[in-house]
Structure formats: structure tokens, C-alpha cells
């Protein structure tokens, strides 16, 4: 029970560190072959492999966002017995951002942490508005077109022109759900 409540408060001292924009710490947290999932089918939604891809997730997280509150709702662990390090922390949260356009959003969901010896394994984050958190992003909801990160097929926003733009893909370590196999797997299932 020690544990999951030591769990429990780094969860919240992270939220802190978002808040505070304190991105290296955030960072810190994830071990080398984390992975980040981020809901949506825009240009910042996929799954992000390796703590590299992941700082270059939150150097553009707080390249768009200039202010944020997140504020923890509830949380919830799954083995509260665990003595150790390792376990899944599940953490219902409300957020407002103002992105770099000036525009202030909210928006709620639920992140779920896969945590291993201390160091965040796997995270996925739920949105209660998929559509407003691609609004949140700049990004037209709806305005899509097609592109390829290796062989696995993408969506990503239209130019304002409506014509799309021929794109190199997001960046190593990122691929799309719902969108062929994930590099390197196969089967499609991360991991």
C-alpha cells in the first residue's frame, strides 16, 4: 500500500511539473523504451517509441501550448498492495490550455501509466473531445489528407490552401493506429 500511495504522489508532482512547464523533468520520468500514445488522427496523434521520440512529443507540446492547468480529478491504482516500484496508475484529469493562436480550451479524460521500477513504461492518454484537442493543436478538424511514415499509412492536416503538402513523417518512433502495423511489429499491436 506504501507503493501505489508513493505512486500516487509523483503522479500528482508530475502534473505539477506540466503545469510549471518543467519539460525535463516530465521527461526524466520515462524509461529509454517508453511509449507515448496520443489519441486523435491529427499531426501529434500516434504512438511515440523511445524516450527521444517522446521529448520531441513534449518539445512540441510546449511549443503549442504557452499556458496549461491540469488538475488531477481522481486516481486510481491497480495493485494496491504493490511494496515495489511498478505498477498502473490510472488518473482522470480536466484541463485548460491557451495554445500559441491566444485561443483557451478545455477539455477531460484519463491517462493511463504503466509504471516499471520507478520509470513510466507505457502512457496513454483518453480525451473526453478528440475533436477539441485537435482544435487545441491549430489544426481543422476534418481537414485531412493521406501520408506515409515508412510503409504505415497517416492522416495529417491539410495546408491552409486546402491542398495538402507532400510532408516527411513526424519523426522516428511515431506511428498511427488504426493505421497498418506498427513498424517493426508485424502484427500491429505495440509490443
Known amino acids: 500500500m506504501i507503493g ?18 518543467r519539460q525535463d523533468r516530465i521527461v526524466s520520468h520515462y524509461a529509454e523504451d517508453a511509449v507515448l500514445t496520443y489519441p486523435g488522427q491529427f499531426s501529434m496523434s500516434g504512438v511515440h517509441r523511445g524516450r527521444a521520440a517522446i521529448k520531441v512529443f513534449f518539445d512540441k507540446y510546449f511549443d503549442q501550448f504557452v499556458e496549461e492547468h491540469c488538475e488531477v480529478r481522481e486516481s486510481f491504482i491497480k495493485n494496491i498492495f504493490a511494496l515495489g516500484p511498478s505498477n498502473t496508475i490510472a488518473i482522470r484529469f480536466h484541463t485548460r490550455r491557451t495554445n500559441k493562436q491566444g485561443k483557451t480550451l478545455e477539455n477531460s479524460g484519463v491517462t493511463v501509466i504503466k509504471i516499471r521500477w520507478g520509470k513510466v513504461v507505457e502512457l496513454q492518454d483518453y480525451y473526453s473531445d ?13 481537414r485531412q489528407h493521406r501520408l506515409h511514415v515508412g510503409r504505415a499509412p497517416v492522416s495529417a492536416p491539410l495546408d491552409g490552401d486546402g491542398a495538402g503538402a507532400n510532408r516527411e513523417a513526424p ?10 502495423p506498427a513498424p517493426g511489429t508485424g502484427d500491429g499491436h505495440p509490443g
Do not use: C, F, I, Y
Open 171 to 180: 519523426g522516428p518512433g511515431v506511428h498511427r493506429p488504426g493505421h497498418g
Open 130 to 142: 478528440v475533436d477539441r484537442l485537435q482544435e487545441m493543436w491549430g489544426e481543422a478538424a476534418g
Open 4 to 21: 501505489a500511495l508513493m505512486l500516487k504522489m509523483a503522479m500528482r508532482s508530475t502534473m505539477t511539473d506540466l503545469n510549471s512547464r
